[in-house]
């Protein structure tokens, strides 16, 4: 069973708009971590941010800002003022407890037009 | 300084050949992996070594075989190559023993072409 999905395959908007990525898991686990990455079109993978289960609070790092809910199991992120390097596919993944095994959603390309 | 590399960053090679993709990390981590990321951009783990020791060896045909000659290393060996090998390969390493949870960082990514 797919672990992680990312419904939005791609996303375009415009230079100075708001953006969320969606990003829906599945584990029976009780203690999992989420993690977000950017992979820009030069091809690497950039680590953005890592959550764990028992941390629900959202965070803020800049324009990013990510939202935990477990209720509806959902981690998604949000570019806000979205700029044109933000252009990329963002990666959303999930690690269980026993190993360090990520399951990776399909990923969301996001176009950023100036 | 890298924290990840690996050489080299593209390969072309032609069906049938045997080729080889180095990783190396200077993070001081316990655990690398190798992963495969085909053409719709998917990302798929391998396999993993915890200190020279394979943890997760995924449902991978037999011509691929890890080879992690320390923690600082983990070489992906490919024998055989085949058209469907065509992906972008990654290496990442992480700190502790493997156990779920730890950041994972990447590699640049080797790009094989397999004509």
């Known amino acids: 069973a797919q672990k992680v999905t990312q419904a939005q395959t791609e996303i375009s908007v415009v230079e100075k708009e708001d953006v969320t990525l969606d990003c829906v898991y599945e584990?029976?686990?009780?203690?999992?971590?989420l993690f977000w990455y950017k992979q820009p079109p030069s091809g690497e993978l950039v680590f953005l941010i890592r959550?764990?289960?028992?941390?629900?609070q959202n965070e803020i790092s800049g324009r990013y800002s990510w939202n935990f809910q477990k209720s509806t199991s959902s981690f998604n992120f949000t570019i806000t003022a979205s700029q044109v390097v933000d252009s990329a596919v963002y990666f959303c993944?999930?690690?269980?407890?026993?190993?360090?095994?990520?399951?990776f959603g399909s990923g969301t390309k996001l176009n950023v037009k100036p | 300084d890298t924290a990840v590399s690996q050489t080299p960053k593209y390969l072309v090679t032609q069906m049938g050949n045997d080729k080889s993709i180095k990783c190396e990390q200077n993070l001081g981590h316990d655990t690398m992996y190798w992963y495969k990321q085909d053409s719709k951009k998917f990302l798929k783990i391998m396999f993993s070594y915890n200190n020279k020791e394979l943890i997760i060896n995924e449902t991978v045909p037999n011509r691929f075989s890890p080879k992690s000659p320390d923690k600082a290393h983990l070489n992906l060996h490919i024998n055989s190559l085949e058209l469907g090998d065509s992906a972008v390969y990654f290496c990442?390493?992480?700190?502790?023993?493997?156990?779920?949870?730890?950041?994972?960082?990447f590699g640049p990514g080797t790009r094989l072409t397999v004509l």
């Open positions: 584990t029976r686990d009780t203690t999992y971590y």
């Open positions: 959550r764990n289960s028992f941390d629900e």
């Open positions: 993944a999930l690690t269980e407890v026993n190993f360090n095994k990520f399951y």
């Open positions: 990442a390493s992480s700190q502790a023993g493997g156990e779920g949870g730890d950041t994972q960082y």
